[in-house]
C-alpha cells in the first residue's frame, strides 16, 4: 500500500511543569530532509529525535516545531545559600572590624543581590520523546490515509489504460489490413508503370515491419501489470513507480509513432494523459 509523503499532525499536552505545543509537517521531497524547531534546552537531544524520525520516514520533508510554555514564566524561585553564607560572614566581619552594631534580618537578606535565583522548568526528558513519538505516530496515520487515496486513484488509471490498450490490441489487426490493402494498390500502380515488383514488395515488408506496435502493446501491458504489483509492497515504492511509468511512456509514445491509425492515435492520447495524472500522484508517493 503507498504511503504518501504529506501529511500534517498536532499535539498539546499539559504537565505540571508547563504546557507543551507539537506540530508536524511532511511534504514530499526526493530525499529524506528534517527540520527541528525545539525549545533550548532540547537542543542536546535534537539527533537522537532526528534518529527516532528516520526510523519511521524514509522519503521526504519533515518540518517540526516544539514549543515550550513554563507554568511559572519566571522559574522556580531558591535559595542560594553559597550568597547568603558570604553576606553574613561579610555583615559579621563588618561588625568586628568597624564596630558597627545592627542586626541582619531575613528582610534584609531577602533584598540583597543574589540571593534568590530561579531555575528554569525546562522541558522534561520524557515528555519531549513521548510526544514526538505520538506526533510521528499521528503524522503516519495522516500518511497512510492519504496514501489509500492515491492507492484508489491509480488503479483506477491503470484500470482505465488497461481498456484502452486492449482497444488499441483489437484495433491493430484492422489498421494493418488497412495498410496493406493501401500499399497492395500503391504497388500494382507502380507495376503498371514498369517498376520492378519485387523491389517494392521488400519496401512494403520492411514498411509493414517499421510500423508493427505489437511488441510494444505487450511491453505497455507488462507495465500495467508490474506497476499494481508494485502497489501491493510494504517497502518504499516511490522511486519503482516513476521508473514505470517512464517506461509506460516510452511504449506509449511509440505506438504513438509508429501507427498513422487515427483510432489507434487517439486512444494512445488518452493513455498519456493518464500517465501524466498518475505521474502527478507518484510524485507523493514514499
Partial sequence: MPKSMTGFSRIEMDSPEGKLFAEARSLNSRYLEISLKLPKSAYPLEQRLREAAKGQLKRGRLDVTIRWERANEFGTP???ENAVRWYVELAQRLKAEYDLEGALTVENVM????ILVYEENNLPEEHLFAVFEQLLARLNEDRIREGKLIDEDLRGRIGLIGV???????QWPLAVKKHEEHLKEKVLQAACGGIDESRLLQELALYMERVDIAEEIVRLKGHLDY???ALTSPDEMGRKLDFIIQEMVRETNTIASKSNDLYINERAIQIKVEIEKMREQVQNVE
Fill in 78 to 80: 531558591t535559595i542560594n
Fill in 111 to 114: 533584598g540583597l543581590k543574589d
Fill in 164 to 170: 484502452l490498450v486492449a482497444e488499441i490490441e483489437k
Fill in 227 to 229: 506497476f499494481g504489483q
